[in-house]
């Protein structure tokens, strides 16, 4: 019962109903204090009376007045004359005096705390007004004990009451909240497990259907929530599909295009004016498609192999993807430079970091060429204490409004006519496999600068493989 709503709400409201009581006791109790003394004081006074009817009684009738009263001793002032009306002898000296004249609230609930934590019997004097105005004082002396045991009697009354309130105003808040709200909150628990048994099935959706309005909200929330799921659930699992029939057909038509292209190889060796100045369109044509396929297929791999991380000298790959690079230009007006310190090693994979590079100096060309304009690709790097840096600046275009948006997003963030926008993509991919980071610094009509973070703490390796 600890461990549910509605037990705790019940076990709570138990224990703020007895501290409420408990707070209401004392002042009670005070009061009672209070009332006890002036009926004493009333009854001394009424004891009074028969004497001052018969200035003459006797000895018997006097102790039985004083035992009604239960008191010892009772004195009246009454025009200024202060009278011994009623007397007995003390069983002990007085110990205390308390006017009930001008006590306050607290000296009433401070004097009644000290009595019901004095066990002692002992005399006291109360001093009061008389009733109907019949003098200025009355003043009697009495035993705290029965006192006392009538305020704890009267005590333990008020807490039995309180006891008996409580557990019944809990139970019946325990029946309110089970009803209006665990009940409903156990409801919408079961309607998240049966639509955990099958996501896709949209007839497992929530409807919303509760009286509360915040337990209706979370309802709405989460109908919203599971429709969304469902739907992208829905979407993924075409994708999925979609994605074997394109990897299926790209394979197939990957082989065709390369049987395509080594014909093409034949025909640019043809004399023929027409052909030799149409061959090379084809030939560029049927690169990009091959290009296109292969892409397809290396993205649709379930995931990229962990990298295989070894100790290499970064020159000699830039080198590398400058040389290919250089041969790709042809009659172009591109220039390549590097700024890479000759000792400089880090630790990747050589031909994941490769194929990074190249992507990122390749796109860079590319735009270069379709801007028809001269520029220049800047490859550069360098170490701190924590990361390896690389950067490949290019003095192109930029990238478009519509690149930038979708830059990491498959099949959308293209920049070059025919592009697949895959390249950036699985060059993330690899980065990430490092444990790095491969962000777009900048890019305008100045150019574009992509930076590669490559960390030197195996921390990061380990959470990426993770």
Known sequence: MLNSLSGRFLILTMAFVMLAEVLILVP???????????????RAQIASLALLANEGIDADLEEELLRNAEVYNVVLRRDEARQLVLSSPLPGPIHDTYDLRGATSWDLIRDALSELLDPVNRVIRVIGYPVNDAGQLIEITMQTGPMRVAMMDYGLRVLALSAVISVLTAVLLFLAVRQLLVKPIKGVIRGMQLYAEAPEDARRIIEPNAGIRELREAEEALQSLETQLTAALRQKERLAQLGGAV?????????????????????????????????????????????LCESTLAFGRAEEPAPKLAQVRLLDIVSDVIDSERLAVGDGEVSFSEDIPATLSLRADPEQLYRVLFNLVRNARQAILASGEEGEISVAAWEDDEDWTITVTDTGPG??????????????????KGGSGLGLVISAELIRGHGGQLLLDSTGDEGTRFRILLPKTMVALEDAAE
Do not use: M, W
Request: glycine share 2%; no cysteine.
């Open 28 to 42: 009670s109790v005070a009061r009672f204090r209070e009332d006890y003394l002036l009926s004493r004081l009333e």
């Open 247 to 291: 990897a299926k057909i790209s394979h197939d038509l990957r082989n065709i295009l390369t049987s395509a292209q080594l014909f093409t190889d034949r025909i640019e060796l043809s004399e023929d004016p027409a052909v030799q100045r149409l061959a090379p369109k084809l030939v560029n044509s049927i690169s990009r498609a091959v290009n």
């Open 399 to 416: 990238l478009p409004p519509k690149a930038r948006a979708n830059l990491f997003t498959p099949f959308q963030g293209g920049a070059s």
